[in-house]
């Protein structure tokens, strides 16, 4: 494998992956609730931060529709995809936590406005779905990570 397609599959691993955990609400309550939690990865800042900058995907932030430049530039996603996930991706950019306090879990997970980002995580879910041939990604985009599995099994 070249180190363009190793790149390619682990930033899309790492996509699909971000949207499921965004779409699991029941995961989000158990694990970000959870006060003897010790993964730190399960919070809403690290939800956030994998997906906007752990993928780079907020090319400019004033430009709706134009989040997916890059990543379509270098072949990480095809202008399908980039349509299918614009809506999650609108919605997700211009939510911000009740009061700014992105460390209250109780609090996020009890906001109609968050329910409208899981809601939107799932239809971009369904969005991308029929465009996805290969097996291993429809699975990380439809079930959870075993890192999740396990972060649930052990805290």
Not at 16 to 36: A, G, H, M, V
Not at 66 to 93: C, K
């Amino acid at each position: 494998m070249s180190e363009n397609q190793e790149l390619r599959q682990n930033w899309r691993r790492n996509w699909l992956c971000s949207i499921q955990e965004f779409s699991d609400l029941k995961t989000q309550r158990r694990l970000w609730l959870d006060p003897n939690a010790s993964n730190p990865h399960y919070t809403f800042v690290e939800y956030m931060c994998c997906y906007f900058d752990g993928l780079a995907v907020f090319d400019d932030p004033s430009a709706l529709g134009e989040h997916y430049t890059v990543a379509r530039e270098q072949g990480l996603v095809n202008a399908d995809e980039a349509a299918a996930i614009e809506p999650f991706h609108a919605i997700l950019a211009a939510y911000d936590a009740p009061g700014k306090d992105d460390y209250d879990h109780q609090a996020i997970l009890a906001d109609p406005k968050w329910m409208e980002v899981v809601a939107a995580a799932k239809s971009a879910q369904a969005a991308l779905l029929p465009l996805i041939c290969d097996a291993e990604e429809r699975r990380e985009l439809m079930e959870k990570s075993i890192y999740a599995v396990e972060a649930g099994a052990k805290d």
